[in-house]
């Protein structure tokens, strides 16, 4: 978080908002309505993202490596790479050696 906070982005995390033990709906509702993007490990939180057909973004990391310095290394690479996607609305995979995205909605409701 300090790391994007000194890159100038303005970020919270779930501690701060009192919702670290809350379900994950309420915590996508909340990144949703505030046109966030969402940078987890938990891949359930993808699972929302995808299934709520709408335009915002998650990060779901799944590096084996999680120090904190490689998993910023890989994060500055997909902000750098991906501005559009992210701003758009997609699910961006973060492995150890690369990352996938997953542009949204998923599939078209007719």
């Known amino acids: 978080m300090a790391w994007l906070r000194e890159q100038g982005h303005d970020v919270w995390h779930v501690r701060e908002r009192g919702m670290q033990k809350v379900d994950d709906r309420p915590i996508f509702e909340a990144v949703a309505a505030e046109r966030r993007v969402l940078l987890t490990f938990d891949l359930r939180l ?63 409701v007719d």
């Open 46 to 108: 993808g699972e929302i993202v995808a299934a709520s057909g709408g335009r915002s973004s998650v990060v779901v990391f799944r590096a084996g490596n999680r120090r904190a310095s490689f998993i910023i290394e890989r994060l500055e690479q997909v902000l750098r790479e991906c501005p559009d996607e992210l701003e758009h609305g997609s699910i961006i995979t973060v492995e150890d050696s690369r990352h996938r995205v997953r542009t949204l909605p998923l599939w078209e």
